[in-house]
């Protein structure tokens, strides 16, 4: 009897996914725990690992969207059930050509010269291997039994990095410009491009640009610092910088707030979206967003391990969809990407009403008490729905969290 293949409910408010690609083709031999299908969720893309082992009969076809539970494919025990599900369901579209092709599929009771070699991998490093493309069957497995395990990924990827690489001109010609490389809109960098755009279509956004003095914060933070062993966690400026907005929508909570409908709601709960990025190739990049759950309840300490926990997850492949729901307000450091001075527009993460975008610290001059001064200074910028807010309730808010940061003492008040 063939198994099924069906769309997994990673979270508790997932409904359906949307079908994106296959990663094996019609009649490959798929091993229990293979990753055999890419689906896209509105938050994630996610690869489905098959729970059985089978040949593969495919159902639905990349752009489909499907129900949570429904098939997408069936694994058959052997090649003459194969047959018969393919006659008895006619066969999707054929697979994207990025599949893998077995050279000759087996069955379950091929001799050990005929089967292909199963390696030994670990979820995490298989995860790592596959985001930077390496052969998994090139690595040395250092773990029991040869298993390839995280580390042993670590090792592959600073060899090949530390490896002399040539540029090969990919052939491609456009309007007389020669293309380096080419990159398929889908998975998540689709994921991504569909939100940004949504999220401007169906709001009033506008952005509001300002500096804050970091000299006290960063004070308080070196203090952090040095006491990080009995903390127990190692206080970034990220961790703090939730801290602080946590309390300032707490203080001004209209800017915690949506649209729904035709209805402003502000929300009770204060949830904080961290904007994560992921390098997932030599030119792709992407972005998620996990969410710190009632904030404003949390303290720094705890709000710092929350954070680690959900960024290892993201960076791991390993975060779940209730960790990326809930969020009511978004904030996004570009400061770790660079030292100069820069502001920006982020675009708002719907159905939220407004994000924070925070740069880079850099020491410039400023007027204080009628003299020139250097201060380590930090570009912010506020983007919101205009159809929500005004300017007064964002002034508001921006004098407060400038009020918290230039003086953080208040944080105990």
């Known amino acids: 009897m063939s198994e099924q293949i069906v769309i997994p409910k990673l979270g508790m408010t997932m409904k359906d ?6 990663k094996a083709n019609e009649g490959d031999w798929i091993d229990q725990g293979q990753i055999v299908l ?18 593969l ?31 008895e369901q006619p066969a999707a579209a054929p697979a994207p050509s990025e599949a893998k092709k077995a050279a000759t599929p087996e069955a379950p009771g091929a001799t050990p010269a005929d089967k292909k070699k199963r390696i030994k991998i670990s979820p995490a490093a298989k995860k790592r291997a596959e985001a930077h493309g390496l052969d998994v069957s090139r690595i040395e497995g250092s773990g029991p039994g040869g298993r390839i395990v995280r580390e042993d990924v670590e090792k592959a990827i600073e060899a090949a990095a530390a490896a002399p690489t040539q540029e090969t001109p990919a052939g491609e010609i456009i309007d007389g410009k020669r293309v380096k490389a080419t990159i398929p809109m889908t998975g998540m960098r689709k994921v991504i491009a569909d939100h940004m755009l949504q999220s401007l ?23 952090f610092l040095e006491r990080e062993d009995a903390i127990g966690t190692r206080i970034s400026y990220t961790d703090l910088f939730v801290f602080i907005l946590a309390r300032a929508l707490k203080d001004v909570p209209m800017v915690n707030a949506s649209l729904i ?45 929350s954070i680690k ?13 209730d960790d990326l729901m809930g969020g009511t307000f978004t904030l996004t450091n570009t400061g770790v990407f660079g030292k100069g001075w820069a502001i920006g527009t982020p675009i708002i993460n719907q159905p939220q009403s407004a994000i924070l975008q925070t740069g880079a610290i850099v020491d410039r001059p400023v007027a204080r008490d009628g003299e020139m001064v250097i201060r380590p200074i930090m570009t912010a910028s506020t983007t919101f729905d205009h159809r929500v807010l005004d300017g007064a309730p964002i002034g508001l808010f921006l004098n407060r969290l400038n009020e918290l940061i230039e003086n953080p003492h208040l944080l105990l008040v």
């Not at 996914?17 to 296959?22: D, E, N, R, S, T």
């Not at 996610?46 to 082992?53: D, K, P």
């Not at 926990?309 to 969809?321: P, Q, Y």
């Open 17 to 22: 996914a949307k079908v994106g690609q296959w």
């Open 57 to 87: 009969h495919i159902l639905a076809t990349p752009g489909q969207v499907l129900d949570v539970g429904e098939p997408v494919g069936l694994l058959a025990a052997d090649q003459e059930e194969l047959a018969r599900v393919q006659a």
């Open 261 to 305: 409908g035709e209805e402003i709601k502000i929300w009770d709960d204060i949830n904080i979206g961290v904007a994560t990025a992921l390098q997932v190739g030599e030119y792709e990049s992407g972005l998620i967003v996990p969410v710190v759950r009632q904030a404003d309840r949390k303290s720094l300490v705890e709000i710092s391990r």
């Open 201 to 223: 279509a169906v709001s009033a956004q506008l952005t509001t640009m300002c500096e804050f003095d970091m000299t006290e914060l960063i004070r308080v933070r070196n203090a």
């Open 38 to 55: 890419v689906i896209e969720t509105d938050k994630i893309s996610y690869e489905v690992e098959s729970l059985y082992a089978g040949f």
């Open 309 to 321: 926990d959900l960024v290892g997850k993201c960076r791991d492949g390993a975060i779940e969809l």
